[in-house]
């Protein structure tokens, strides 16, 4: 079978870990969060989180050599050009892995031109993916099914924000839709009006986008893989946070600074652990909300889905990510792929386990 592999490339750009060490007169820049706050206020780091969610050549490598074991494999890059290629290409499938770039509609612009062609495709399809890169949206209709997740509120300008309502201190601040961590960081958690109004600007500011406040939820954070469809969409092993591995001072949360900055290959954060340690009963209420979750929002072929427990140890979900990152070193902590190695399976047989999952959503197998 002729398989399209569809992709957007992340950019070659300064390290941010690299501009910080050169810098750093002779900090741990992975252990020093007031050294790491007080130079991006200083406004001597910069940090470019603009091609976060985009792959790199490892990864777009290994998904294509995965799905060489059993297809013709082409490339395709996501750019503008992407209509035309795939019109005269025409494969068979559509590996999709594209998270686009302009607009809020990004990831959903890929599987509405292969939709507008008739090309069959991994994943969601663009209603779905439009919706889960909206947190509003997806916690709106979350709510409406009785899906727990936190109470929260958006900020589209300053001049409309008039007050924090019944919600309660700490809250999370977040770019309405962005997704692999970007905007969120470690000051982002804030504890009073001045702090909130502040980050409120940095994402109005820096993101062009509306400001998503939620209440900062207290307890334990998981992240749950599910491959398949319908009846046979099951949650691979649950992952958990595990947030005292963090630097000192650092805020409860998976912000960028610690998927990017603190966490490498080189000095791994032990963030992680897979399969979580929790009693069937806090196990079996995390997979009915991530699969109901999973049902509700109609998504596709696999999905990873973010949750953290209230003060009452409820599981609420925090994002869903239907696109989930797929890093294929295992140094890299890439939590779909950590989750199917201890569910037995290689990354190969992942990758290939999506794209049957999609033939036989289509009929194809």
């Known amino acids: 079978m002729h398989v399209g592999l569809v992709f957007n490339l992340k950019k070659e750009r300064n390290s941010v870990k690299d501009s910080f060490n050169d810098d750093s007169s002779g900090d741990d820049s992975f252990s020093s969060v007031k050294l790491l706050n007080k130079k991006i206020a200083e406004k001597k780091l910069t940090i470019d989180d603009t091609y976060a969610e985009w792959d790199t050549w490892e990864t777009i490598n290994a998904v294509k050599s995965a799905l060489e074991e059993n297809h013709n ?26 998270e686009g770039f302009y607009g809020v509609s990004r990831e959903a612009q890929i599987p509405a031109i292969l939709e507008m062609l008739n090309i069959p495709y991994t994943g969601s399809d663009p209603l ?16 409406y099914y009785k899906i727990p997740t936190a109470k929260f509120f958006t900020v589209e300008s300053l001049e409309e924000f008039d007050g924090i309502a019944d919600l309660n201190f700490p809250l999370i601040v977040k770019p309405l839709h962005e997704g692999s961590s970007k905007g969120i960081f ?20 820096s993101y062009n986008e509306p400001a998503l406040v939620e209440e900062f939820l207290p307890g334990r954070e998981f992240t749950v893989a599910i491959l398949g469809n319908g009846k046979e969409a099951r949650v691979l092993p649950i992952i ?10 650092a805020k409860p949360i998976y912000s960028f600074e610690a998927k990017w900055i603190w966490d490498t290959p080189e000095k791994p954060l032990d963030i992680f652990q897979c399969p979580a340690e929790i009693d069937d009963k806090l196990k079996e209420m995390i997979e009915k909300i991530a699969l109901s979750t999973f049902k509700v929002l109609r998504c596709r072929d696999w999905c990873r889905i973010d949750l953290r427990l209230d003060k009452e140890g ?25 989750a199917a190695r201890a569910a037995g399976l290689t990354y190969n ?17």
């Open 128 to 143: 779905t993916l439009a919706i889960c890169l909206d947190k509003a949206r997806t916690k709106e209709i979350l709510s």
């Open 186 to 205: 470690n000051s982002s958690v804030v504890s009073n009006e001045k702090e909130l109004i502040s980050e409120i600007e940095r994402i109005l500011n």
């Open 314 to 338: 409820i599981p609420n979900i925090l994002e869903v990510n239907p696109l989930p990152g797929i890093l294929p070193n295992p140094d890299d902590n890439s939590c779909f792929p950590k």
């Open 73 to 98: 494999v082409t490339l395709i890059e996501a750019d503008e050009d992407a209509f035309e290629k795939l019109r005269k290409i025409r494969p068979d499938i559509v590996f999709n892995i594209a």
């Open 240 to 249: 958990e946070i595990k947030f005292d591995s963090l630097p000192p001072e």
């Open 349 to 365: 047989q992942m990758i290939n386990e999506v794209l049957n999952s999609a033939l036989k959503r289509y009929g194809m197998i």
